[in-house]
């Protein structure tokens, strides 16, 4: 719908005109409406919250929690390990 109403948008010759007649083009003002109205989202960040929520949530068992805690033990371990040798 969006970008059928650019398309619009552009055959009106919005883009040619000068900026002080943008106020003026009804076609203008449509698609400005249009654009205000959309509702961003900013989806990486929130698919990054909830897998921080969602790893909250199944480490807060105990038994979870310390095998957790032992893969980022082994985990230092083994770069240290990798760190020395060169």
């Given at each position: 719908?969006?970008?059928?109403?650019?398309?619009?948008?552009?055959?009106?010759?919005?883009?040619?005109?000068?900026?002080?007649?943008?106020?003026?083009n009804e076609a203008y003002l449509a698609s400005a409406q249009n654009v205000k109205a959309l509702n961003v989202v900013n989806d990486a960040a929130?698919?990054?919250?909830?897998?921080?929520?969602?790893?909250?949530?199944?480490?807060?068992?105990?038994?979870?929690?310390?095998?957790?805690?032992?893969?980022?033990?082994?985990?230092?371990?083994?770069?240290?390990?990798?760190?020395?040798?060169?």
């Amino acid at each position: 719908m969006i970008i059928r109403q650019l398309n619009e948008l552009k055959e009106t010759g919005v883009d040619l005109a000068s900026v002080s007649e943008w106020d003026t083009n009804e076609a203008y003002l449509a698609s400005a409406q249009n654009v205000k109205a959309l509702n961003v989202v900013n989806d990486a960040a929130e698919r990054g919250v909830k897998l921080a929520t969602d790893f909250v949530d199944v480490a807060r068992s105990d038994e979870h929690f310390q095998n957790i805690l032992h893969v980022e033990d082994d985990h230092k371990q083994n770069s240290n390990l990798r760190l020395k040798k060169k």
